[in-house]
């Protein structure tokens, strides 16, 4: 399609210029900031020949068009002026409350989740250990490892402080100490005085709130609007030590006296109301979240459970987790049903093998669900009815979540009564994958005719009494053609559905493999054509003779470095030899900075007469092949 008619009609799509704050690319998609997200016809973008598919995630509404991204951009900034007249300006989105507290518990959890998940497992693992008679509770060692495990959630409300001041776009550093404070030593030695304690005359209702979670999202909340009404009446050269200074003044007798105690009150009642109903019917609650789980994590509701989790993990245990807990099981049956009934697509069977041995052993499963469930939307109601099962009987038992772990195999001593959640997690396990294998995936495709056919061209048949001569069923001559693609990494092997961005998990950009590198050095994976250098040096395309077009994108999100850390050594249009030299890049820097460095090397999806075979190596040099393609 012509880049300019795309470029029309992606931006009528999503609102046209009046919607549209803010627009950069990356190396495959369009990432726009828009005013309203409601405005934009998502549907009709995914079904337009030019698009890919349509991502929203981080605040932006993400439109994937391919390698030809940058000619797509710069027809629509070419004639468009909204980069101009709306910078700066601020959103017109039209949110409900519900969603603004979903988006900031989400961005105020998702940073702690590898410190709480890691911690879990480490607390599981201390489950374990004594009962194998391993190490011993009152063991010096025992007692260091369990401090490794608690630590994150005992000072919870400290990084809980931080990573709300980040989201809510104030100090982090202050927020987190108005945290510290509620648990540093001379306060909370003053719950000996019990009812005399004070302040300013005015008695305090002492609380512990280590591992607490509504009472610092309150005060840090009220925090924000402080911070900001003191800047407005504080002269600028007194700001930086004036503003910190007044409001933990204000702030931490403030949390003491009221948002403390309120929100701790808040966390109770909640957990409480929770826990009432699924005492009421724990079937029907256990058939709610286990059915409906999956899906709670695609819309991103599942983070309004987490505050509740952790407040009813620091009462004993957490009901909600157990019954959810099903649906992570379910999935992965789903996944292993997919990779014993698609025996003749090996790509497909690579896929779900290894999203289930990931959902298994680490409780990832997020390439299960966008990369085979929201795929082949006939496993969709498997996986409603398997989770529903095992979601039942966890809570028709009662059974209970003692620590904040990934739902895997490692992680089942946490779950108490243990024996109980074995038996639901197997059962949601074994009925995704039956249902799966015994119904299948997908409807079957009609088989479209062979060339010659007499039925198709309306020829006489054969009968069943007629023989057919071996002349007649000479199969035509079909040239079949080979090309090899090098590692253009050394590194490690990833399987694509394991890389963390839908686009290239789901196989929506095309057929290929990731790899982990060990080296930042990207070579030429053939010999052929520099087709396209991203200015900000993280991604590249090349064409080869025979036409095939290979994206390498290094790291994902890595288009948010803009640039840095990153030194392409070619231009477009280059001719390059297969080892040759492409873009260097800092390893060590681009991972201290956050951002994930799995390098996910595609043939881009204009390649539809192609059959892509991956590298069964999982160590790889630049000498090594790493994909063979077969016309």
Not at 160 to 167: D, F, H, M
Not at 220 to 243: A, C, N, P, T
Not at 377 to 387: D, L, Y
Not at 571 to 592: H, M, T, W
Request: charged share 15%.
């Amino acid at each position: 399609m012509d880049n300019k008619k795309l470029a029309e009609d992606i931006v009528q799509l999503v609102g046209g210029e009046k919607n549209i704050n803010d627009l950069v690319h990356c190396a495959t998609r369009l990432r726009f900031t828009l005013k309203n997200r409601q405005d934009a016809d998502r549907e009709q973008l995914e079904k337009h020949e030019g698009v890919i598919t349509v991502v929203e995630s981080g605040g932006q509404f993400q439109v994937v068009v391919g390698s030809h991204v940058a000619n797509v951009y710069a027809e629509i900034m070419k004639n468009s002026t909204f980069s101009a007249s709306t910078e700066g300006g601020s959103s017109n989105q039209k949110t409900s409350v519900i969603s603004r507290v979903f988006e900031v518990i989400s961005g105020s959890f998702s940073p702690l989740i590898p410190a709480m998940a890691g911690s879990g497992m480490l607390k599981a693992l201390l489950t374990v250990l004594p009962l194998l008679g391993w190490l011993s509770e009152s063991s010096d060692t025992y007692m260091i490892l369990s401090a490794a495990g608690n630590a994150v959630f005992y000072f919870l409300p400290i990084l809980l402080g931080i990573t709300l001041g980040l989201k809510l776009k104030a100090n982090p550093y202050v927020a987190g100490t108005i945290g510290a404070a509620l648990m540093e030593p001379s306060f909370t030695g003053l719950m000996d005085k019990g009812p005399e304690a004070s302040f300013l005359g005015i008695p305090i209702v002492l609380v512990n709130y280590s591992s607490s979670i509504f009472p610092i999202f309150i005060a840090v909340s009220i925090y924000v609007l402080l911070e900001k009404g003191l800047k407005k009446v504080i002269h600028r050269d007194l700001q930086v030590f004036l503003v910190p200074m007044l409001s933990l003044m204000i702030m931490v007798p403030l949390s003491a006296m009221a948002f403390g105690p309120f929100g701790t009150n808040i966390g109770n009642w909640i957990a409480s109301g929770v826990t009432w109903l699924i005492d009421v019917s724990g079937i029907l609650s256990g058939i709610v979240l286990g059915g409906g789980m999956t899906f709670m994590v695609v819309l991103g509701l599942h983070w309004g459970f987490t505050p509740i989790t952790l407040q009813n993990i620091s009462q004993g245990g957490d009901p909600i987790e157990a019954m959810a807990a099903a649906a992570v099981f379910a999935q992965i049956g789903v996944a292993f049903g997919i990779f014993l009934r698609a025996k003749k697509d090996k790509t497909l069977r690579t896929v779900a093998g290894s999203s289930s041995l990931t959902g298994i052993l680490a409780g990832v499963t997020e390439p299960i669900v966008y990369g085979l469930i929201l795929r082949y939307k006939r496993v969709i109601p498997i996986v409603i009815i398997a989770g529903a099962l095992g979601g039942a009987i966890n809570g028709h038992f009662g059974v209970k979540y003692t620590a904040y772990v990934f739902h895997n195999i490692f992680s089942i001593p946490v779950e108490q009564p243990t024996f109980i959640f074995v038996i639901a997690i197997a059962c949601s396990f074994v009925t995704a994958m039956l249902l799966t294998v015994l119904f299948g995936y997908e409807k079957k495709e009609s088989v479209p005719a062979i060339e010659g056919d007499s039925t198709q061209h309306g020829e006489s048949t054969l009968t069943s009494s007629e023989t057919v001569s071996e002349t007649a069923i000479k199969a035509p001559v079909v040239e079949v053609r080979k090309e090899q693609i090098f590692s253009p990494l050394a590194g490690t092997a990833v399987p694509l559905s394991s890389v963390s961005d839908a686009a290239f998990s789901t196989g929506a950009m095309g057929k290929g493999i990731a790899i982990e590198p060990t080296k930042g050095e990207v070579t030429a994976p053939v010999d052929g054509i520099v087709t396209s250098v991203f200015p900000t040096g993280h991604a590249i395309g090349l064409t080869t003779a025979a036409g095939t077009e290979i994206l390498i994108h290094i790291g994902i999100n890595t288009v948010s470095l803009k640039g840095k850390h990153f030194n392409p050594l070619v231009q477009e249009g280059d001719a390059v030899s297969q080892g040759d030299v492409l873009i260097q890049f800092d390893l060590e820097q681009i991972r201290a900075a956050g951002y994930e460095t799995v390098t996910p090397v595609i043939v881009t999806l204009t390649q539809q007469e192609v059959d892509v075979f991956e590298t069964t190596q999982q160590q790889l040099t630049t000498q090594d092949v790493l994909l063979t393609l077969v016309r």
